[in-house]
């Protein structure tokens, strides 16, 4: 599922390697995990771009190690000390399945295990199985409604979920959950990808909707031909991994399970506890691709038409772990209490033990807390770079398209001007401002406001006032009054003593000095 770029032999670039929400993933060629004098030394590269971080015992905010790809080596050294740091390992192979899954475990009680095994048996099989296609078809029904807005799917996942009471058996519980699905998925059917306009003519055709769940060349959802189902498929396989040691860490066996058929090399119990919570995962993509354009170089294609992720992006997505292990947790801890609870009420079970019918295992529960996945990067409709958010494009493409529109904008704006309307109010301006300046006497300002009296005591407090109150006070326009407010333009003398008043207004601002308002008001300035 994931690949990485081809790229010459060059100088080695050592760039660290840092945890992103407690997450390190390790992607490319020559992977190394291992330690050095109590240090936790990770390496990975991929050509000449070469990444190295060395972590001590503390401090060091590492909850999971995610290893994408088989080059490479980990010491048992290395495990050990993930062991004790009560970190998690996680393998995956590079198209998206689960090599290893390993996290925090201690020994637990056998008792529930046996449960576990005999729950075929005791009933409680059904009931797990229907508590968790339940709360699966209550999401799908949930965003079906509220975020694709397909009342009529959500109706038919309504009806799905009401026959799911009825349901006596594993085979009708999940003939149920079929035909939810297939109403689900065929909602997603149309939904547009979004690219960056750069990239479009370097963009497959059937990239650029979601297409259908099913995958044309495997008949499954593996093997995905387009970005969307891509991500899907690596955030399953990292939900899967987070499955598999949530079980362990409530101590049931993570490939005994009661929905998914038993079959070599699949853990059923955890894809069990994920049919609970790929809702999150779905509306987790959904938002992204609804919101956020895809860069192309996220992706590559085979020449099977299989559509793979790129070794970054794939280590990104990898930073959602931990929002997926606060999903599944309790989830898995609810499934091990169902359990336990046949202990004492499922014969074989109480016969195996004497104790077992008077101390049944307990199940420690976990906060309900959630944990948000991490944002979806905010990507440049233009270009695909980086933006700022509340804006469609990035800088660049922003001042490239102003610089594009400012010469129609310029030439509309003196079309406007040199329109007969817009001569006919300057002319009107002009000749106002003719009769006013013709009817203004110097007896009628003051004695004290002489031009050295404006220059020196008025000029320098109109910065300290907007350019708008500046304009509204001299019935002129914004540009002129900020080159007043600048000192570049001195107004006629008739307009010297509104502008006195104003400045005594705003020194009755907080921080302005009193004794510039007694001074004013000794001149018979009056606001």
């Given at each position: 599922?994931?690949?990485?770029?081809?790229?010459?032999?060059?100088?080695?670039?050592?760039?660290?390697?840092?945890?992103?929400?407690?997450?390190?993933?390790?992607?490319?060629?020559?992977?190394?995990?291992?330690?050095?004098?109590?240090?936790?030394?990770?390496?990975?590269?991929?050509?000449?771009?070469?990444?190295?971080?060395?972590?001590?015992?503390?401090?060091?905010?590492?909850?999971?190690?995610?290893?994408?790809?088989?080059?490479?080596?980990?010491?048992?050294?290395?495990?050990?000390?993930?062991?004790?740091?009560?970190?998690?390992?996680?393998?995956?192979?590079?198209?998206?399945?689960?090599l290893t899954a390993a996290g925090p475990s201690r020994p637990r009680d056998s008792r529930l295990r046996r449960a576990q095994a005999l729950a075929v048996q005791s009933g409680h099989a059904v009931l797990i199985a229907r508590y968790l296609i339940d709360r699966k078809l209550s999401a799908q029904e949930h965003i079906a409604r509220e975020t694709l807005t397909n009342e009529h799917v959500a109706a038919d996942i309504a009806s799905a979920r009401a026959s799911l009471q009825t349901a006596e058996a594993?085979?009708?519980?999940?003939?149920?959950?079929?035909?939810?699905?297939?109403?689900?998925?065929?909602?997603?059917?149309?939904?547009?990808?979004?690219?960056?306009?750069?990239?479009?003519?370097?963009?497959?055709?059937?990239?650029?909707?979601?297409?259908?769940?099913?995958?044309?060349?495997?008949?499954?959802?593996?093997?995905?031909?387009?970005?969307?189902?891509?991500?899907?498929?690596?955030?399953?396989?990292?939900?899967?991994?987070?499955?598999?040691?949530?079980?362990?860490?409530?101590?049931?066996?993570?490939?005994?399970?009661?929905?998914?058929?038993?079959?070599?090399?699949?853990?059923?119990?955890?894809?069990?506890?994920?049919?609970?919570?790929?809702?999150?995962?779905?509306?987790?993509?959904?938002?992204?691709?609804?919101?956020?354009?895809?860069?192309?170089?996220?992706?590559?294609?085979?020449?099977?038409?299989?559509?793979?992720?790129?070794?970054?992006?794939?280590?990104?997505?990898?930073?959602?772990?931990?929002?997926?292990?606060?999903?599944?947790?309790?989830?898995?801890?609810?499934?091990?209490?169902?359990?336990?609870?046949?202990?004492?009420?499922?014969?074989?079970?109480?016969?195996?033990?004497?104790?077992?019918?008077?101390?049944?295992?307990?199940?420690?529960?976990?906060?309900?807390?959630?944990?948000?996945?991490?944002?979806?990067?905010?990507v440049c409709r233009s270009c695909g770079g980086e933006r700022r958010k509340g804006r469609e494009q990035c800088l660049k493409c922003q001042n490239a398209a102003l610089s594009a529109l400012f010469p129609r904008i310029l030439e509309n704006a003196r079309a406007k001007a040199h329109r007969p309307e817009a001569q006919t109010k300057r002319a009107d301006a002009l000749r106002r401002n003719m009769f006013a300046c013709a009817a203004w006497k110097p007896s009628d300002s003051p004695v004290w406001l002489?031009?050295?009296?404006?220059?020196?005591?008025?000029?320098?407090?109109?910065?300290?006032?907007?350019?708008?109150?500046?304009?509204?006070?001299?019935?002129?326009?914004?540009?002129?009054?900020?080159?007043?407010?600048?000192?570049?333009?001195?107004?006629?003398?008739?307009?010297?003593?509104?502008?006195?008043?104003?400045?005594?207004?705003?020194?009755?601002?907080?921080?302005?000095?009193?004794?510039?308002?007694?001074?004013?008001?000794?001149?018979?300035?009056?606001?």
């Amino acid at each position: 599922m994931t690949a990485s770029s081809n790229v010459p032999e060059v100088s080695v670039n050592s760039k660290p390697i840092t945890p992103r929400r407690g997450v390190v993933s390790l992607t490319g060629y020559g992977i190394v995990a291992r330690v050095d004098r109590g240090h936790l030394v990770l390496r990975d590269a991929v050509g000449s771009e070469q990444r190295e971080g060395r972590f001590p015992r503390i401090g060091h905010g590492i909850k999971r190690l995610v290893i994408v790809g088989c080059d490479g080596l980990i010491s048992l050294a290395a495990l050990r000390w993930l062991h004790d740091q009560r970190a998690a390992f996680v393998m995956l192979e590079r198209n998206g399945k689960v090599l290893t899954a390993a996290g925090p475990s201690r020994p637990r009680d056998s008792r529930l295990r046996r449960a576990q095994a005999l729950a075929v048996q005791s009933g409680h099989a059904v009931l797990i199985a229907r508590y968790l296609i339940d709360r699966k078809l209550s999401a799908q029904e949930h965003i079906a409604r509220e975020t694709l807005t397909n009342e009529h799917v959500a109706a038919d996942i309504a009806s799905a979920r009401a026959s799911l009471q009825t349901a006596e058996a594993i085979e009708a519980i999940r003939g149920v959950e079929a035909r939810a699905a297939l109403a689900y998925w065929s909602a997603w059917h149309q939904l547009p990808m979004a690219f960056p306009r750069s990239a479009l003519r370097r963009v497959p055709e059937h990239w650029r909707t979601f297409g259908a769940r099913r995958s044309p060349l495997s008949g499954s959802p593996r093997l995905a031909v387009n970005p969307a189902n891509a991500m899907l498929n690596y955030l399953y396989a990292i939900l899967e991994s987070e499955s598999r040691i949530a079980a362990v860490v409530v101590g049931l066996d993570p490939n005994l399970g009661f929905l998914h058929v038993d079959t070599d090399a699949r853990a059923s119990l955890a894809c069990d506890l994920m049919e609970a919570v790929r809702q999150s995962v779905d509306a987790y993509v959904l938002k992204w691709i609804m919101n956020e354009p895809l860069r192309r170089e996220w992706f590559f294609e085979e020449r099977d038409g299989n559509c793979r992720l790129m070794g970054p992006f794939a280590a990104q997505l990898s930073e959602t772990a931990e929002a997926w292990a606060h999903a599944v947790r309790p989830v898995a801890e609810r499934v091990a209490a169902m359990l336990a609870e046949t202990i004492t009420t499922a014969g074989a079970c109480v016969e195996s033990s004497k104790t077992g019918r008077d101390n049944p295992p307990t199940i420690k529960r976990t906060s309900q807390t959630t944990l948000a996945p991490p944002s979806a990067p905010r990507v440049c409709r233009s270009c695909g770079g980086e933006r700022r958010k509340g804006r469609e494009q990035c800088l660049k493409c922003q001042n490239a398209a102003l610089s594009a529109l400012f010469p129609r904008i310029l030439e509309n704006a003196r079309a406007k001007a040199h329109r007969p309307e817009a001569q006919t109010k300057r002319a009107d301006a002009l000749r106002r401002n003719m009769f006013a300046c013709a009817a203004w006497k110097p007896s009628d300002s003051p004695v004290w406001l002489t031009p050295e009296a404006y220059v020196r005591e008025i000029q320098p407090l109109l910065s300290s006032v907007k350019t708008s109150e500046i304009a509204r006070t001299m019935t002129v326009s914004q540009s002129y009054a900020a080159q007043v407010r600048k000192g570049q333009r001195i107004p006629h003398p008739r307009q010297w003593l509104p502008l006195a008043q104003l400045v005594e207004a705003s020194a009755a601002a907080p921080g302005r000095s009193r004794g510039t308002i007694r001074r004013w008001r000794s001149r018979g300035v009056t606001s």
